[in-house]
């Protein structure tokens, strides 16, 4: 096949793109995002027009502000996929918030839990009045002691923060955490009317992630999806966008 049949082929495309990104200032591979549903490049530009005579007719147009997008849309999530959009920190540990429902002991005051508590965080309730009147107690250690005794084997229900060091990765989100800048290189295939298939690439020299991100938790329907959106820039040769179909 010649380059100038390529050229004129008459190509279709019917699959996502596989996507490699990598961090634009240190030019370290930082994700390879290779379970999206649909991956879509537009490219976007104004025009203005300076015009002239009778019906002030359009006689000269000037293109610019040239940019675009590159938008992903994806049933599939990772840690390194909400760093990128979100830009927040990644941390070992996390702290949240646990309920128990258990039962006193014979004494009627006396409740162990699985883990010790972070100071300060224990609340108790009776079962019957969750989040109700809180009985009073104090804590030492994993277990609680209630100030007024109740029923031998009376149900409580208690809340308590704890700390989670083992296995655990946690994306910090703050008021100042900015997504950073990307180079993205796209990998796909598109069909001739010949029957062929032509790999084609695409790079997105500086691709900055949008930090809109909608995370649905629901239990029924389609699995939640995330849809990522980057903004197409220039870098600094004035590069946004390259589209390469690839002869074999």
Same mark, same amino acid.
């Given at each position: 096949?010649?380059?100038?049949? =390529?050229?004129?082929?008459?190509?279709?495309?019917?699959?996502?793109?596989?996507?490699?990104?990598?961090?634009?200032?240190?030019?370290?591979?930082?994700?390879?995002?290779? $379970?999206?549903?649909?991956?879509?490049?537009?490219?976007? #530009?104004?025009?203005?027009? /300076?015009?002239?005579?009778? #019906?002030?007719?359009?006689?000269?147009?000037?293109?610019?502000?040239?940019?675009g997008?590159?938008?992903?849309?994806?049933?599939?999530?990772?840690?390194?996929?909400?760093?990128?959009?979100?830009?927040?920190?990644?941390?070992?540990?996390?702290?949240?918030?646990?309920?128990?429902?258990?039962?006193?002991?014979?004494? #009627?005051?006396? =409740?162990t839990l699985?883990?010790?508590p972070?100071?300060?965080s224990?609340?108790?309730?009776?079962?019957?009045?969750?989040?109700?009147v809180?009985?009073?107690?104090t804590?030492? #250690?994993?277990?609680?002691?209630?100030?007024? /005794?109740?029923?031998?084997?009376?149900?409580?229900?208690?809340?308590?923060?704890?700390?989670?060091?083992?296995?655990?990765?946690?994306?910090?989100?703050?008021?100042?955490? $900015?997504?950073?800048? $990307?180079?993205?290189?796209?990998?796909?295939?598109?069909?001739?009317?010949?029957?062929?298939?032509?790999?084609?690439?695409?790079?997105a020299?500086?691709? /900055?992630?949008?930090?809109?991100?909608?995370?649905?938790?629901?239990?029924?329907?389609?699995?939640?999806?995330i849809?990522?959106?980057?903004?197409?820039?220039?870098?600094?040769?004035?590069?946004?966008?390259?589209? /390469?179909?690839?002869?074999?």
């Amino acid at each position: 096949m010649t380059t100038n049949n =390529i050229t004129n082929q008459n190509l279709a495309n019917r699959e996502v793109c596989d996507l490699i990104f990598v961090d634009y200032a240190t030019k370290k591979p930082f994700l390879n995002l290779d $379970f999206a549903n649909v991956s879509t490049t537009e490219l976007t #530009g104004e025009s203005t027009f /300076a015009y002239g005579g009778a #019906g002030h007719p359009k006689r000269v147009q000037f293109a610019g502000e040239r940019g675009g997008t590159l938008t992903i849309e994806t049933q599939i999530q990772t840690v390194k996929l909400w760093q990128l959009i979100t830009g927040g920190e990644l941390h070992s540990s996390a702290k949240f918030i646990k309920r128990v429902e258990t039962a006193v002991d014979e004494a #009627g005051t006396a =409740i162990t839990l699985e883990d010790a508590p972070i100071a300060g965080s224990v609340t108790v309730y009776a079962a019957d009045d969750d989040c109700g009147v809180e009985l009073e107690h104090t804590v030492t #250690g994993s277990t609680v002691t209630l100030a007024s /005794a109740l029923t031998a084997g009376a149900s409580v229900v208690v809340y308590y923060m704890k700390e989670v060091s083992a296995g655990v990765q946690r994306v910090s989100v703050k008021s100042t955490s $900015f997504p950073k800048a $990307f180079t993205v290189y796209g990998d796909t295939v598109m069909k001739t009317e010949n029957d062929e298939l032509l790999p084609y690439r695409f790079t997105a020299y500086k691709a /900055a992630p949008q930090g809109n991100m909608s995370l649905s938790y629901s239990n029924s329907g389609d699995p939640g999806s995330i849809t990522i959106t980057c903004d197409l820039l220039a870098d600094g040769d004035d590069n946004i966008l390259d589209l /390469a179909l690839i002869e074999e």
